[in-house]
Nanobody, 125 residues
């Protein structure tokens, strides 16, 4: 089992920055994929970014490219999402997710096996 705990959300003005953290506990040594997805009220879940823990390869959804950066600190079992140039449309609950199976490379981030409780990000104009 893996537990994921997000932190770092909050309220900022447009153009501001936030850094989200996701601490992983439990059987973390076998995690292969980690990522972030978000969901705004009344909207579908959206993948944001992912990282593969073996080689650090990252990928981003188009609407965050150049603004968000996903990274990992393996020593601390922590995943990060640095969010810059935030826009009001980035307002959502942000979730951390993880999966063990290498097939997760082809799995949408919201469908990863484990997810946290989420942290709210609110961007005002």
């Amino acid at each position: 089992q893996v537990q994921l705990v997000e932190s770092g959300g909050g309220s900022v003005q447009a153009g501001g920055s936030l850094r989200l953290s996701c601490a992983a506990f439990g059987y973390t040594s076998s995690i292969y994929c980690m990522g972030w997805f978000r969901q705004a009220p009344g909207k579908k879940r959206e993948a944001v970014a992912r990282i593969y823990t073996d080689d650090g390869t990252t990928s981003y959804t188009d609407f965050v490219k150049g603004r968000f950066t996903i990274s990992q600190d393996n020593a601390k079992n922590t995943l990060y999402l640095q969010m810059n140039s935030l826009k009001p449309e980035d307002t959502a609950m942000y979730y951390c997710a993880a999966d063990f199976d290498t097939r997760c490379r082809r799995t949408p981030i919201p469908e990863f096996r484990y997810r946290g409780q989420g942290t709210q990000v609110t961007v005002s104009s």
